[in-house]
């Protein structure tokens, strides 16, 4: 049995294990080393799998502060690349950006249908930050998007598409 | 009238939380799957792992032709 296991908890819905595992300081993509898990464990106060199970059931991410769930969702996509690649592929934001994100942004499933459809084949940090930058700032409507901002190029386009395909 | 504390007992800090380092290290040892035992891989612990299981296999070679897409349309200020 692994961690998910052993926690009961399925990584496909449940952002609570990536919460983990930025609680823990775990700092290589998809992977933990001995040392920071001797040093998140002991930090956090678990030496059990009954005191981690309870710990894990009280964490909510989306409940965070906005500078401690920024550096959460830069964690995420840190965590969550392949090896020493600087870019996610865009079916695995598909997947990841709505149960790391969760309700804190209106964008996710208007934002995930404009990728899908675009040329665009992998997201970069910047990209993937500045998403939750720009739904913090900007309302389902567009209200605060500026046009002289200084979006990626990704969320500049996804806005043009999005107001192209209600005007029509 | 009020009998004065002393500050040092009223600023005593909270005793730091004990825990077992080894049995830490045994849960480790329970799910760490590399050879040497020094590392646990999570590739389960985010949609990774299912998404890459339904896609088809990537191109290495020979995919990327022409200059770079922008990244901003307009200068950052």
């Known amino acids: 049995m692994d961690l998910c296991g052993a926690l009961e908890i399925d990584p496909a819905s449940d952002v609570r294990l990536l919460a983990l595992l930025w609680r823990l300081g775990a700092k290589q993509p998809a992977l933990i080393l001995r040392e920071e898990w001797a040093e998140g464990m002991a930090a956090i106060g678990c030496d059990s799998l009954e005191k981690l199970k309870a710990y894990v059931e009280a964490l909510e991410p989306h409940a965070m502060d906005r500078r401690a769930f920024r550096d959460f969702f830069k964690f995420v996509f840190l965590f969550s690349r392949e090896g020493t690649h600087r870019t996610i592929e865009k079916d695995i934001v598909a997947a990841l950006l709505p149960i790391a994100i969760g309700d804190r942004s209106a964008h996710t499933a208007s934002f995930l249908a404009f990728l899908e459809n675009s040329s665009t084949t992998r997201v970069t940090l910047d990209q993937w930050c500045s998403f939750l930058e720009f739904s913090d700032t900007v309302a389902p409507d567009f209200e605060g998007y500026e046009e002289d901002g200084a979006w990626p190029l990704l969320l500049d386009e996804y806005v043009e598409q999005a107001r192209a395909d209600k005007a029509v | ?77």
């Not at chain 2, 999570?42 to 339904?54: E, K, N, T, W």
């Open chain 2, 1 to 77: 009238m009020r009998r004065r504390v002393s500050s040092g007992a009223r600023r005593r800090e909270p005793e730091p939380p004990t825990y077992d380092a080894a049995a830490i290290q045994a849960l480790f040892d329970t799910w760490a799957d590399d050879v040497e035992g020094g590392a646990m891989g999570m590739d389960g612990a985010s949609p990774r792992a299912g998404v890459i299981r339904r896609r088809a296999p990537v191109p290495t070679r020979g995919t990327r032709s022409g200059p770079r897409a922008p990244i901003y349309r307009r200068a950052i200020p």
